[in-house]
T-cell receptor, first 112, second 115 residues
């Protein structure tokens, strides 16, 4: 039981490049979410999903896309990277809404 | 407006001292959930506790205890006899039914326990 896994752990992008951050969980959790963590700002919700085929926006969705084709996977796409997207990204999953979320190890992204 | 406020940005204590981390939340919902997470220097986020709005009983787990007071909208976390391994950033979070149970995190309190 690996829990929540994220790849890559580190990534450097140039402005304008696109990429996908991968997230997978093996706990059969319905609820998955993506956060970014910036110094002094805590964690902010980007997008979330309450089940396969259902996604919604969080607090800071601009510049990011998500899809949820399976229960296990919830990738986050950066369409055209900007320096403001330099951050640590965490994926999380939970049994259902309002239950405790379990986090992946994070991806440190730098956009130059 | 910030839904979760952790006014203490950084706290330092000497080992074996008790320390309380404050968390004040704001919600108009009657059904909500409160959480605490720990983020040690290694960076992962570790779930500590979940409390629903209908359960104001305080909770104790080993050296950790939580005091939930709806009258003051606070959910404070106390570590008794602190240890160096308690050094971490601690986050308080709120999930409200009215907003689809999105999580709102505070900005965190960085605790340093000095040996």
């Amino acid at each position: 039981n690996a829990g929540v896994t994220q790849t890559p752990k580190f990534q450097v992008l140039k402005t304008g490049q696109s990429m996908t951050l991968q997230c997978a969980q093996d706990m059969n959790h319905e609820y998955m979410s993506w956060y970014r963590q910036d110094p002094g700002m805590g964690l902010r919700l980007i997008h979330y999903s309450v089940g396969a085929g259902i996604t919604d926006q969080g607090e800071v969705p601009n510049g990011y896309n998500v899809s949820r084709s399976t229960t296990e996977d919830f990738p986050l796409r950066l369409l055209s990277a900007a320096p403001s997207q330099t951050s640590v990204y965490f994926c999380a999953s939970s049994y259902a809404r309002a239950y405790e979320q379990y986090f992946g190890p994070g991806t440190r992204l730098t956009v130059t | 407006a910030q839904k979760v406020t952790q006014a203490q940005t950084e706290i330092s204590v000497v080992e074996k001292e008790d320390v309380t981390l404050d968390c004040v939340y704001e919600t108009r919902d009657t059904t909500y959930y409160l959480f605490w997470y720990k983020q040690p220097p290694s960076g992962e986020l570790v779930f500590l506790i979940r409390r629903n709005s209908f359960d104001e009983q305080n909770e104790i787990s080993g050296r950790y205890s939580w005091n939930f007071q709806k009258s003051t909208s606070s959910f404070n976390f106390t570590i008794t006899a602190s240890q160096v391994v308690d050094s971490a950033v601690y986050f308080c979070a709120l999930s409200e039914r009215n907003t689809g149970n999105q999580f709102y995190f505070g900005t965190g309190t960085s605790l340093t326990v000095i040996p």
